[in-house]
């Protein structure tokens, strides 16, 4: 008998938002990863909110009970009151479509005790995804120094390595809302991948697609196209059409294996806590590229700068359907 796969899995740690959401139940809708928490962070709203909002997303997903999950910080590291993104996520972070109290309950342990506890008990076997500011992972960090051993990888969602920022001319959002915490994370020594704007912005999804999602007979697809409306409206001022960027959701392919980037280097990356006009930036070393190298000695941060550009049509596909088994 050949032996079936293991399933991958997965630690999500994100700020439940739209685009969080709609990762959620990308990775959700996927037989062969195995979530096995979701912790959540203030950001795009607050880390109790985007708890809430987790807890929704299980229901929508008929999966109440079967992922724990824990509330993490509501400050940054340094304990700052964060500005929240209510204005791109709708005042409860999911465009304002509200399901009234979710059915699961909340794990009585912090999002940083949780993660240090679920990789603990899995060591070598559990991936962190994190798509919200990295402050849960950078308090796991100083709670356990031996966690970058203990897991077989991270991938970020945040950054901006050659593209303009998304908060700042030079930030993007999960690193400007916790700078200090982004860069504990990244000099981290793990197998880091950072999806980065670079790569996102060019991952756009139409209002067809939306409105096919809409007209699907797929309850956790009507979800997303009704959360992704007001998401859909804030896109509009920056790609001049309604649309969305995939945000969240292309890391968690990329995560998961789905998607194998077009472009991206290995390098060292660190990020400006300084209070300046680039506080929040991210610093890759990308000078190699002009003489083709792709890979720093002793990088241990892949920097995905460019997807192939279609990835859209999967999530429809994946939120829609499900999974089609290969072959
Ligand atoms: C990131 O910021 C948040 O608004 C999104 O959820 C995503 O994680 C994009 O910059
Ligand atoms: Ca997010």
């Given at each position: 008998?050949?032996?079936?796969?293991?399933?991958?899995?997965?630690?999500?740690?994100?700020?439940t938002?739209?685009?969080?959401?709609?990762?959620?139940?990308?990775?959700?809708?996927?037989?062969?990863?195995?979530?096995?928490?979701?912790?959540?962070?203030?950001?795009?709203?607050?880390?109790?909110?985007?708890?809430?909002n987790?807890?929704?997303?299980?229901?929508?997903?008929?999966?109440?009970?079967?992922?724990?999950?824990?509330?993490?910080?509501?400050?940054?590291?340094?304990?700052?009151?964060?500005?929240?993104?209510?204005?791109?996520?709708?005042?409860?972070?999911?465009?304002?479509?509200?399901?009234?109290?979710?059915?699961?309950?909340?794990?009585?342990?912090?999002?940083?005790e949780l993660?240090?506890?679920?990789?603990?008990?899995?060591?070598?076997?559990?991936?962190?995804?994190?798509?919200?500011?990295?402050?849960?992972?950078?308090?796991?960090?100083?709670?356990?120094?031996?966690?970058?051993?203990?897991?077989?990888?991270?991938?970020?969602?945040?950054?901006?390595?050659?593209?303009?920022?998304?908060?700042?001319?030079?930030?993007?959002?999960?690193?400007?809302?916790?700078?200090?915490?982004?860069?504990?994370?990244?000099?981290?020594?793990?197998?880091?991948?950072?999806?980065?704007?670079d790569?996102?912005?060019?991952?756009?999804?139409?209002?067809?697609?939306?409105?096919?999602?809409?007209?699907?007979?797929?309850?956790?697809?009507?979800?997303?196209?009704?959360?992704l409306?007001?998401?859909?409206?804030?896109?509009?001022?920056?790609?001049g059409?309604?649309?969305?960027?995939?945000?969240?959701?292309?890391?968690?392919?990329?995560?998961?294996?789905?998607i194998?980037?077009?472009?991206?280097?290995?390098?060292?990356?660190?990020?400006?806590?300084?209070?300046?006009?680039?506080?929040?930036?991210?610093?890759?070393?990308?000078?190699?590229?002009?003489?083709?190298?792709?890979?720093?000695?002793?990088?241990?941060?892949?920097?995905?700068?460019?997807?192939?550009?279609?990835?859209?049509?999967t999530?429809?596909?994946?939120?829609?359907?499900?999974?089609?088994?290969?072959?």
């Open positions: 008998m050949p032996e079936t796969p293991a399933k991958k899995a997965i630690l999500m740690d994100c700020d938002g739209v685009d969080d959401a709609v990762a959620l139940l990308y990775l959700l809708a996927d037989p062969d990863v195995d979530l096995v928490a979701v912790t959540t962070v203030f950001g795009n709203v607050g880390a109790a909110t985007a708890a809430r987790t807890l929704s997303v299980l229901d929508v997903a008929g999966r109440t009970g079967e992922v724990p999950v824990a509330k993490g910080s509501e400050r940054t590291l340094i304990g700052i009151e964060p500005e929240l993104a209510t204005d791109v996520h709708g005042g409860n972070g999911l465009g304002g479509v509200d399901l009234g109290e979710p059915a699961g309950a909340l794990s009585p342990k912090s999002a940083p993660i240090v506890d679920t990789v603990r008990r899995r060591p070598g076997e559990v991936h962190l995804l994190a798509t919200g500011p990295f402050t849960n992972l950078a308090v796991a960090l100083r709670l356990e120094p031996e966690l970058p051993a203990l897991v077989s990888g991270v991938t970020l969602m945040g950054g901006a390595a050659m593209a303009p920022g998304n908060i700042t001319p030079a930030a993007e959002a999960n690193v400007w809302h916790d700078p200090e915490a982004a860069h504990a994370v990244l000099c981290a020594p793990w197998p880091l991948t950072l999806v980065a704007l790569a996102t912005m060019g991952e756009v999804m139409s209002e067809a697609q939306r409105l096919e999602m809409a007209a699907s007979a797929s309850p956790v697809a009507q979800f997303a196209a009704r959360v409306d007001h998401y859909f409206e804030f896109y509009r001022s920056i790609y059409e309604k649309s969305c960027a995939c945000h969240d959701v292309l890391a968690a392919a990329i995560a998961v294996g789905d194998v980037p077009k472009r991206s280097m290995t390098v060292t990356a660190t990020v400006d806590t300084g209070f300046g006009p680039s506080r929040g930036a991210t610093v890759c070393d990308l000078r190699g590229m002009y003489k083709g190298e792709l890979s720093q000695a002793g990088a241990n941060c892949t920097v995905v700068l460019e997807t192939a550009g279609d990835f859209s049509a999530v429809v596909e994946r939120l829609i359907h499900g999974k089609r088994s290969a072959g």
